[in-house]
């Protein structure tokens, strides 16, 4: 049986501090340059679904059921609906920039919206694999204790 204390004992919340610090600086660096390309809109995206996942999954283990497969179950669904997300917030970030910008020309297109959308299943498998990932090495790191 895995015990939730785990968690704290990890560090999981200076994690969790560390990781939305680096997305609100990621996030402050991008909104600065006059950048067109969906790169960086993408990586700082990530940036915001990565403490999401995280903070989704940290919610998820505080509760009493603590068996492996359920415990690997809620790993990757947390992996799951992080990576689902990046999609929606690079759109919300782009609207957000375009619209405080307001150039004659917008830095984003409509068909880069749309490359964003298409992107959804790639992230949604990205994010399960990640999940998959994490949660093998974090039943290992607690099984080797």
């Known amino acids: 049986m895995l015990d939730p204390s785990f968690l704290k004992e990890s560090g999981m919340k200076w994690t ?39 903070q989704v999954f940290t919610v998820w283990q505080t509760s009493t059921d603590s068996m492996q497969a359920t415990w690997m179950l809620r790993s990757v669904l947390s992996g799951g609906i992080a990576g689902i997300l990046v999609s929606p917030i690079a759109i919300v ?12 020309v917008p830095d984003f297109s409509q068909m880069d919206l749309q490359n964003l959308l298409q992107r959804i299943p790639f992230w949604l498998l990205t994010g399960l694999l990640f999940g998959a990932a994490g949660g093998v090495w974090g039943w290992h790191q607690k099984s080797s204790q």
């Not at 909104?31 to 999401?52: C, H, K, N, S, T």
């Not at 970030?93 to 004659?104: C, D, M, N, P, Y």
Request: aromatic share 18%; net charge neutral.
């Open 16 to 54: 969790l501090r560390i990781l939305w610090a680096m997305a609100g600086l990621f996030w402050f660096v991008w909104f600065g340059f006059e950048d067109r390309g969906i790169q960086m809109v993408v990586v700082v995206a990530v940036g915001f679904a990565l403490p999401l996942g995280f």
């Open 93 to 104: 970030l782009v609207l957000i920039k375009v619209s405080l910008h307001q150039h004659e």
